[in-house]
């Protein structure tokens, strides 16, 4: 069965002064209702990769190359009209900045009723009738009320739900999450978090979640692929991917990670930053600081190697490893 | 004050029992609205706020975002004036015995925002040597201290010292702020969201090289931060503040095993899980922590707390003593004879224990 986001070789290159190798070959396929989450660190490419997807990159200045296939369609190949069918209506997006997403001088109710009769050429009341199910769906409570509230008048957790109402109401098929979480205190995170999760299986969509904290990761996703220096540097089952870390980098994000991390001890941090993305090492970008590196991790193009079945870690030593080990058995 | 002054610490005055830092009875409130049609109301953003920071330690101040715990910081070095209470730095107050001044140069800070912090137009040599040149360092002395401390916070000062901010990386800015800090020789560094804007891989490099500095320079550490992680593997003392107050405090161990505040509880029970097999199935509480603006009366929490009854909207609990040493709990679950009818019973008098029928 063809999956329904299947993104091959993705590359985005963004031109100017410096060209900005932000996507490096990145391959995705995500199955209908399936969660992937998007681990990794800023400039990693986890934002690009969602932008791309929805092309919403600026066209003058990027260069993509690969394809990006969504329900079957070519989405480098739309033209303008048809992307504004597919934003919104096959894949839509929630942001980290609910302020930022929302148009300050429109009512919540009003925003979401014109993002329905844009996509459903039905009536304004049809539209109002939606957006009053989507405030319930969100758990907005008095959803009547809030219909006709702006933006500024709601507090942040409130915001964050009137978003995600929004960027569901015309049942995507895939919705991409960038950070929606991050801004949010403590005790509002955990709520948004569980919402998604449940609005996820009610309504069967796919979820793209980019995020740079492993426990977001691991409360909401089915499966991990982990991103440095615009690659997919290992991906495969939540499970999987959390217990048997495999990539250096993996492993190096796993253990530096405080939690859990005991008082007095030292914390194994990786050494070092991430590369420069207009000045991106021959071979493997991880290299300079990998404490596993050989000489041939610096040249030529680092293939993916699959640990088991849908596990796939993109590590030279890692495939020595298991070579070895297979040569053993 | 000689050259010397400005490159060793202040002396150490009350002794190793006397606390470093001591806030008695901080409080600030703002003043918003009050437009010709709006009703004046007021923010209660530090309310009657008491604690001890004991000299080589680290005490933890979480929360969430309005519950004042960077307003304390902003009121202990001085960049906002209290409307009440006092800073009391080793045995003496500032603004009275210690002058502000003095104070600054024994309290120090760094922000969350790297790049704001920095002067764009400075270079990383001049930032660091900035602050004591003003304090009466001869130039050529302030700049060989400042490479010495790009040496000390990991960055090669061939490499760096002549770079400007926009130049380097969040992780590399963040360390210039520690280094800039530690230019005036402090003995307490405030240390406000220090690592919360960094990446991971780095945030684990400053915490390290942070507690490194502390044990090297002999510091004492206020470490302001909404991330319980990162609270507990630095701090020995924990401060928990909700809506302008202290709602618990204790020993870093006593607080993440054996809190006792429901606010507390919420806030550990809503950490994200790092278990596949154990996700987070229920939220512990709904709802926005509520505006400063005009809190809730009583108890501030008894609008999101599952155990609240009539008591907690009339009476605000006191700070009592709870389970080990030093900790210690507002809640009216915890006070004896509150009102509350989960308070444990009064305990008795002496009298009564002394004259026991026989």
Partial sequence: MTPLVDIRDLSVRFTGERTVHALNGVDIALARG??????????????????????????????????????GRDVLAMDEHELEGMRGGVVSMIFQEATLALDPVYTIGDQIAETYVRHHDSSWAQGRQRAL????????????????????????????????????????????????????????????????????REMGMAVIFVTHDIGVAVEISDRLAVMYAGKIVETGPLRDVMRNPSHPYTRGLLASTIHGARKGTRLEAIPGAPPRLDQLPQGCAFAPRCSLVGADCR???????????????????????QEARSAVA | MSETDVLTPTADVG??????????????????????????????????????????????????????????????????????????????????TVSLRDMRRAVQMVFQDSYASLNPRLTIEDTIAFGPTVHGLAADKAHARARDLLAKVGLDPAQFAQRYPHEMSGGQRQRINIARALALAPRLVILDEAVSALDKSVEAQVLNLLIDLKDEFGLTYLFISHDLNVVRFIS??????????????????????????PYTRALLAAMPSHDPDARTQEAPIAGDPPNPIDPPPGCRFHTRCPFAEAVCSENAPRLTATGTAGHSTACHMVEPASGHTKAPAPAPAEQEIVECPT
């Fill in chain 1, 34 to 71: 399936e969660v992937l989450g998007l681990l990794g660190e800023s400039g990693s490419g986890k934002s690009v990769t969602l932008k791309a997807m929805l092309r919403m990159l600026p066209a003058r200045r990027t260069v993509i190359t690969g394809s990006i296939n969504v329900s």
């Fill in chain 1, 133 to 200: 199910e989507m405030l319930d769906a969100v758990r907005i409570p008095s959803a009547k009320r809030r219909l006709d509230a702006y933006p500024h008048e709601m507090s942040g957790g409130m915001r964050q739900r009137a978003m995600i109402a929004l960027a569901l109401s015309c049942s995507p098929e895939v919705l991409l999450a960038d950070e929606p979480t991050t801004a949010l205190d403590a005790t509002v995170q955990i709520q948004i978090l569980l919402l998604l999760r449940e609005l996820q």
């Fill in chain 1, 299 to 321: 040249d030529g193009d680092i293939a993916v190697v699959p640990r088991s079945d849908r596990h796939a870690v993109r590590c030279l030593r890692h495939a020595a490893e």
């Fill in chain 2, 15 to 96: 002794g190793p029992q006397q606390p470093l830092l001591e806030v008695k009875g901080l409080s600030k409130h703002f003043a918003v609205g009050g437009s010709m049609f709006g009703k004046r109301s007021t923010v209660r953003a530090v309310d009657d706020v008491n604690f001890a920071v004991h000299k080589g330690e680290v005490l933890g101040i979480v929360g969430e975002s309005g519950c004042g715990k960077s307003t304390t910081a902003r009121l202990i070095i001085g960049l906002i004036e209290p409307d009440a209470g006092e800073i009391i730095l080793d045995g003496e107050l500032v603004g009275s």
């Fill in chain 2, 236 to 261: 020995d003392k924990v401060v928990v503040m909700y809506l302008g107050e202290i709602v618990e405090a204790g020993p870093v161990e006593a607080l993440f095993t054996d809190a006792r505040h």
